[in-house]
């Protein structure tokens, strides 16, 4: 019994020094961090260069050499290199949340394109997966005018699973969208898929989008961010949501805060859609982000049947607006036909949607 008590109080003192010295630890590791925030806040970059892997290599090594243990030298080497790695993010001024991230008093973001805007009203983007020619693109340009939808979107550069199927038109695919687009008084909307030919895209549509398969294509992000264009970017369909708003921030970082953010999907075991619709993206998104949120029904669905009702979907989820593919021939279409309406089914879609949504001008 007395054995067994005086156990327990070596146990709580151990437990007091343990915290103690962990106390002592963080004081420590906050009287460096103060030290690193002085010298960023005076802008002192000699001071700062002491933060460099070299000067770090050599001012852990001194240490080392006075280390009288228990600690290895190796164990301090790994303890202090994640030191120095902390004291380099804070010098580097790394925001503590996202730019992107909903915050008390910053406003939420409205895109505006050529008297439209994505992020007030919801508003429709329809078009064809690939611009293929300029009857098509007519016939669908007309349609879009004609119900007052204001978004044309085209691939002129194609992502394709395989490397047989059609590519898309390139810059060909880029002039006959901003034609018809100019024609028809409609935002035009087209993937770049290569940052060598981000600038070409930005030149001829109004909005660059970033496709799914390449929202982690950080080189891509760069040279998009670098055109000053508006951007639609999808979410990868294995990436998080988390993922999604750190790829967002590669726009704010470069100082182009237009970015859509579009639900298109993710992969799940299911087999009868193409992919799942990830709905709770939605309202998620919103509220962890101060960017517009759209759904791309027709790729999330890979199948026309049910494109009517995962629109209303989003829209009664709160998106910002809706993507969709649309095409004058929809069975004769070069990619993705079974996925895409005919303008008379966009027409009826039109119809079955709740009162109060429209195309909102800026
Ligand atoms: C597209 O919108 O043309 C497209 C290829 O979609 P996703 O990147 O979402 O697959
Ligand atoms: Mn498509």
Redesign the pocket.
Known sequence: MAKAAETSATHESFRDRLDAANRRLMDALNDHARVVQSAREANDADALAALGPDEAARAIETLVATNTGPFSADTIRSLFAEVFRASQALAEGMPPTLRVARKEGKPDVVVRVRGRAIGLAPVLIAGP??VEDEAQMEAVAASLGRLGIGFL?G?AY??RTSPYAFQGLGEAGLELLEAVGRRHDLVTIS?AVDPRTVELVARHADIV???????ASYELLKAVAATGKPVLL??G?GATLDELLQAAEYFFAAGNENVVL?E??IRTFERETR?TLDISAVPLLRGMSRLPVIV?V???AGRRDIVPALARAALAAGAHGV?L?VHPHPDAAL??GPQQLDLRELEALLQSFPAGWNQSKA
């Not at 989008?209 to 929202?215: C, E, K, L, T």
């Open positions: 997966c690939a979107r691939g194609k992502p993937e989008q970033v496709g799914s398969r390449n929202m999808k979410r369909f579009c298109r999907g992919f791309d027709s790729h999330a993507m593919e990619s993705d």
